[in-house]
């Protein structure tokens, strides 16, 4: 999952959003000088990205990448599933993507102090341009996976020029987002519960 399906999937505790949106940048062992709540966060973030790789639909929209791309298969994926929840915001979200996101961004600034460098460097992009909402459009998420074929990904990748590959099977795609949607929604649901989070 990327940045907004993580923020989704978190449900409506802002820490657990945060720890979801920026989980990515946080390494090692929790606390790892986190506050408990947003350690609690990063690892609802974990536990989810372990339910995706494990999840039927999520393994058919990554066997759906072709062979040059497939090392990074899970990397399009969760961008491709970003770009559908945005855009179909108004059915698997509550009220308008912008009141959403512009929430969302105000969390990020709030919450800024405790995270990595890396991680307010990223939140500082994001709400400063707007990525969430930008994920409606195709050529949007084009351009995401290009930049992290560049900037994001430190070793020789074949990102670049990724969007092709939902190109070639949005409805595919679209099909199997619409099957992993409400099962990861219940899995977050439920660890959060079993957790206390």
């Known amino acids: 999952m990327n940045f907004l399906a993580h923020a989704l999937l978190a449900g409506s505790a802002d820490a657990d959003r945060i ?83 512009a929430q969302l961004y105000g969390l990020l600034k709030d919450y800024s102090g405790p995270l990595p460098q890396q991680a307010r460097d990223v939140a500082t992009r994001m709400r400063t341009r707007d990525w969430l909402c930008s994920y409606r459009s195709v050529a949007a998420v084009g351009h995401a996976i290009d930049q992290m074929a560049v900037y994001r990904l430190r070793r020789p990748n074949p990102l670049a020029g990724g969007v092709e590959e939902f190109l070639a099977d949005a409805e595919g795609y679209a099909a199997d987002f619409t099957r992993f949607l409400p099962d990861a929604l219940a899995f977050a649901a439920d660890w959060r519960a079993r957790h206390g989070a």
Not at 24 to 42: H, N, Q, R, S
Not at 81 to 100: P, Q, S, V
């Open 19 to 101: 720890g979801g949106v920026l989980g990515d940048f946080i390494k090692g062992y929790l606390p790892a000088g986190l506050t408990p709540d947003l350690a609690a966060g990063v690892a609802l973030h974990r536990a989810i990205d372990g339910y995706a790789d494990r999840h039927p639909a999520f393994a058919a929209s990554r066997a759906r990448i072709s062979p040059a791309r497939r090392r990074v298969g899970g990397v399009l994926v969760d961008l491709f599933y970003d770009h559908l929840l945005a855009r179909d915001w108004a059915i698997h979200g509550g009220g308008t993507l912008e009141d959403y996101t």
